[in-house]
């Protein structure tokens, strides 16, 4: 199998494995516990805490452990509506938003909130100025993805952050996809609140974190004894906690390697060499994931593309619902047609990635088509 969908989920480091394998074993105290296998317990997830925290630069206190991007963009949307409603019922939010995000909102909206969605560009990048129009002196939230999971779109949270911070109002964005394949700084970014999940950066499924701006108190989502400092309750699931820390630790140095950009920039460039206007790339040239290519292979069905490419794995920008081909939310806020739109297929390439892997895919993509 060649894996070209690195965006759905990453395998698990052989060196997160090793570090969690202790905790699977020998080291199973409850953190909690004032004996010794309860300490060693502790500082393993404050270790753990630690790494995840010098990745994103803030301290260990500024990060929960969740159970993945999720549980991350539920805890900082619903906490931050359900704690400043007093303040106003207003969130804003955008159209290329992943699922994780939108649902929250739409159940928000159920429960009486106003939540406004800004459109993107043709790349899939918003405008800032947008969220400035959108301000009204009762919103409270603004919650935007620092990148796309199907274009890789870079978004311009930076920017953003300084708007909301005029206005007093929090930021929150879903770094899901950024985490391990960008620089993530919440002090550059100027964030409130930052969704990682562990799956995207070569950890196990079921594990994430969000970071809370010191300061910014928000009601748990789950209820219960004090761990996590009170704003998550549950015994702690060190092992995958622990996968999470090291992934991070792996992450950092594995940033400074310009090995999955280039490779990424040699397959667009095979493809444009070989089929030439013959295929249309969905997002930026530039502002964009340094491994994710989404690529519309014009007169062609993505599904189809992929049903015949043997033992490759990559997606499609589309579905099919009750044998209509519909386009994904993300292509059609970007103004793509159904026409293009149904010819995309993203490629996510990532750390296991090799030349002679694009090489097949690209004979094998000349055969197709
Ligand atoms: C942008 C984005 N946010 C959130 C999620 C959800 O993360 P998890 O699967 O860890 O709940 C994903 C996963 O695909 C994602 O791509």
């Not at 010098?54 to 539920?74: A, D, K, Y």
């Amino acid at each position: 199998m060649i894996y070209l969908d690195y965006n759905a989920t990453t395998p698990i480091d052989r060196t997160v494995v090793e570090a969690m394998l202790p905790y699977l074993y020998g080291n199973f105290g409850n953190p909690s516990s004032s004996h010794a296998l309860g300490a060693a317990a502790k500082d393993a997830i404050e270790k753990a805490r630690s790494q995840v925290a010098g990745l994103l630069n803030c301290s260990p206190s500024e990060i929960i452990f969740t159970s993945g991007g999720s549980e991350s963009n539920n805890m900082a949307i619903k906490g931050v509506a359900f704690t400043y409603q007093h303040k106003g019922r207003h969130i804003i939010t955008s159209k290329i938003e992943h699922p994780a995000v939108i649902n929250p909102c739409r159940y928000l909206e159920r429960l009486g909130y106003q939540i406004s969605y800004l459109p993107v560009d043709q790349y899939g990048i918003i405008d800032p100025a947008g969220v400035e129009k959108l301000i009204t002196d009762r919103t409270i939230l603004v919650t935007v993805m620092h990148s796309n999971n199907e274009t890789g779109a870079l978004q311009p949270i930076g920017e953003i952050s300084r708007i909301c911070h005029k206005h007093h109002i929090l930021l929150h964005t879903d770094a899901s996809q950024s985490v391990g394949k960008v620089s993530v700084d919440v002090q550059k970014l100027g964030v409130d609140f930052l969704t990682m999940a562990g799956h995207k950066l070569y950890a196990p499924k079921g594990i994430g974190a969000l970071y809370i701006r010191k300061g910014t108190d928000i009601e748990p989502l789950i209820h219960g004894a004090g761990h996590e400092g009170g704003r998550r309750a549950g015994t702690e699931n060190i092992v995958y906690d622990v996968a999470l820390g090291k992934a991070c630790e792996i992450a950092a140095e594995a940033l400074k390697s310009p090995a999955v950009k280039q490779l990424t920039d040699y397959f667009y460039q095979c493809l444009r060499e070989k089929f030439k206007d013959r295929i249309h790339l969905n997002g930026h040239p530039e502002k964009r994931l340094p491994n994710t290519l989404n690529i519309s292979f014009l007169g062609h069905s993505g599904q189809a593309l992929l049903s015949r490419l043997d033992n490759i794995a990559a997606s499609t920008g589309s579905a099919c619902h009750s044998g209509l081909p519909t386009l994904s939310p993300v292509l059609k806020a970007m103004g793509v047609s159904l026409e293009v739109g149904l010819g995309a297929v993203r490629f996510s390439l990532g750390r296991y990635t090799t030349k002679a892997e694009i090489d097949t895919v690209m004979e094998k993509l000349g055969l197709i088509i």
